[in-house]
T-cell receptor, first 111, second 115 residues
């Protein structure tokens, strides 16, 4: 059974810092990995999707990497801003469009 | 372009009742997904519908059911509600797998409270 773990569970950093969120998964037979952002009480916003054949994806200040063989992904956020405060979720697709989510990292950027 | 919409925003029911949640996908999307986000359990996959057919189902009891209409909108029904069904129910849509994975776009969710 696929299990997705995100570390740390919560992170608080001052504005302007670069930071890394971690995601690990137990079964490397995945189709893709996605990073999402969730604001309190709201739905999810897809940030980046990395296909299993890719190593990384970039969007603005965000960069996500994937190492399928070791079952790891990182989300790098450069020059963090207070508006980046949210919960970040990692999810792997293990086939038939089923996403398995981690528990998330709650990020707080302090002005 | 309108995103995924869900109704109602909030729903309050009592134990044993039935709840019906609705979802309208992004125009042009044929796949609809349902997820449950319960406190302390994280997001769990419930159901996937594509072209009106149920394609995949998560580890939930049969009292969780749904359907997809010809216009690709979807309904999630939860029968015989239990207290632990209280959660945020998220709907997502995508273009339609056709054998390939594609990005799922999420709606704002329906907050179901069972008293």
């Amino acid at each position: 059974k696929q299990e997705v773990t995100q570390i740390p569970a919560a992170l608080s950093v001052p504005e302007g810092e670069n930071l890394v969120l971690n995601c690990s998964f137990t079964d490397s037979a995945i189709y893709n990995l996605q990073w999402f952002r969730q604001d309190p009480g709201k739905g999810l916003t897809s940030l980046l999707l990395i296909q299993s054949s890719q190593r990384e994806q970039t969007s603005g200040r965000l960069n996500a990497s994937l190492d399928k063989s070791s079952g790891r992904s990182t989300l790098y956020i450069a020059a963090s801003q207070p508006g980046d405060s949210a919960t970040y979720l990692c999810a792997v697709e293990e086939g038939a469009q089923k996403l398995v989510f981690g528990q998330g990292t709650r990020l707080t950027i302090n002005p | 372009e309108a995103g995924v919409t869900q109704s109602p925003t909030h729903l309050i029911k009592t134990r044993g009742q039935q709840a019906t949640l609705r979802c309208s996908p992004i125009s042009g999307h044929t796949s609809v997904y349902w997820y449950q986000q319960a406190l302390g359990l994280g997001l769990q996959f419930l159901l996937w519908y594509d072209e009106g057919e149920e394609r995949n189902r998560g580890n939930f009891p049969p009292r969780f059911s749904g359907r997809q209409f010809p216009n690709y909108s979807s309904e999630l029904n939860v029968n015989a509600l239990e207290l632990e069904d209280s959660a945020l129910y998220l709907c997502a849509s995508s273009l339609g797998a056709g054998g390939w994975s594609d990005t799922q776009y999420f709606g704002p969710g329906t907050r179901l409270t069972v008293l």
